[in-house]
């Protein structure tokens, strides 16, 4: 796929998130996403026409399944974080895009409403009922609000923006991590007459290409092909978003600010180059050791991807957080492969499980 035509892709499924905004996420919604769906599978790296509407269903999967795993995660970063912090982590902002698609999980969202309510100060009824937050749109979005702790639906309006970057982002890890299993499900189903694809469900119509589709979900062979795969995604991939990794995002001035890159510019400073030399040695197969020392908020985090981010693309990195870090860290801790920068920020979560104990 050409620069052109990737950034045609990329465009039209941002305007398919915004329309769903509008729409929800119907199946009949989902069956115009077509740039979307696109996206999708040019990360999958598979080239073969969509059939008409068959992408439907899986996209509805794709995205509840991303959504529901960082609602999961937030919901336990609210019991670590600052609530003032939480507007910028990454997690909060996709559970606030599942909100405005319209994708809840209500058990979740109550709890949330009861652990901010030192912020928020009063009941979801009494905030459902003001004026600026009447309305079929509004209640949408002051339920996005209620997830990065504001209380207003015009919040949940003026960050759409910001929400919808980070569950796009969020949709091209989430396919990254899967990819090699994703691609067998794809590969098995698209040949024609097998055995797999006889049930009527997940065979293609008469004359149309075949729809891999269908059949891609949660399944015990997704599974056993998962474990297979070597974990992590190329370290490049992360460029889209260096969010997800823990990095703070640069200060959000409001409109003055609309635009400009979600980092600040990197100054070096003089640690960056030792670090340089440790990663180098490193690379090189020398067995070595660094620890960087700071108070919070100095750019312990952000040094730290500045020193492996431009690795050679053969270099993989693996940020393992969900379902939760420790017990993503222990299920899949085996299938690390050569050349992984093996990413635990926070390592405290890890490190104090009672799961690693």
């Known amino acids: 796929m050409d620069d052109q035509t990737a950034a045609i892709s990329l465009s039209t499924a941002r305007r398919d998130l915004e329309r769903l905004v509008m729409e929800g996420t119907t ?4 069956e115009g996403c077509r740039g979307l769906a696109r996206m999708v599978f040019d990360h999958l790296g598979i080239q073969e026409p969509i059939s008409s509407g068959g992408h439907a269903t899986f996209l509805q999967e794709v995205l509840k399944n991303v959504i529901d795993e960082h609602m999961q995660h937030a919901i336990k970063r609210l019991r670590e974080l600052p609530l003032r912090n939480a ?6 902002q996709v559970a606030a895009a599942g909100e405005l698609l319209r994708i809840t999980n209500q058990e979740l969202f109550d709890e949330v409403i009861s652990r901010r309510k030192p912020m928020i100060s009063e009941t979801w009824s009494e905030l459902r009922n003001k004026p600026h937050n009447q309305g079929v749109a509004e209640e949408f979005q002051l339920r996005a609000a209620i997830w990065v702790g504001a209380k207003s639906a015009r919040t949940g309006e003026r960050r759409q923006d910001k929400f919808l970057d980070a569950l796009e982002s969020a949709i091209k890890v989430y396919i990254a991590k899967r990819h090699k299993g994703l691609r067998v499900l ?6 024609s ?11 293609a119509a008469p004359g149309e290409p075949p729809n891999p589709i269908s059949v891609v979900s949660q399944t015990a062979q997704t599974q056993e092909a998962l474990a297979e795969e070597h974990v992590g995604k190329p370290i490049s991939d992360y460029a889209v978003n260096p969010l997800l990794l823990g990095i703070h995002p640069a200060i959000d001035l409001g409109p003055d600010t609309a635009g400009l ?5 990197y100054v070096r400073r003089l640690h960056d180059d030792k670090l340089a030399e440790y990663v180098k040695r490193a690379t090189a197969g020398e067995s070595v050791i660094a620890t960087l020392v700071g108070d919070s908020s100095t750019g312990k985090t952000r040094a730290c991807w500045e020193a492996v981010r431009y690795l050679d ?3 993989r990195l693996w940020h393992p957080i969900s379902p939760s870090e420790p017990e993503a860290l222990l299920e899949s801790i085996a299938r690390i492969g050569p050349r992984t920068v093996l990413w635990l920020n926070e390592i405290q979560r890890y490190l104090e499980a009672p ?3």
């Open 27 to 30: 199946l009949v919604a989902l």
């Open 87 to 92: 507007g910028h982590d990454p997690s909060f």
């Open 186 to 191: 794809v590969s098995e189903s698209a040949v």
């Open 193 to 203: 007459g097998s055995a797999k694809d006889s049930d009527a469900t997940t065979s």
């Open 261 to 265: 890159d979600k980092l600040p510019l």
């Open 313 to 315: 693309d053969e270099w």
């Open 355 to 357: 799961l690693l104990v």
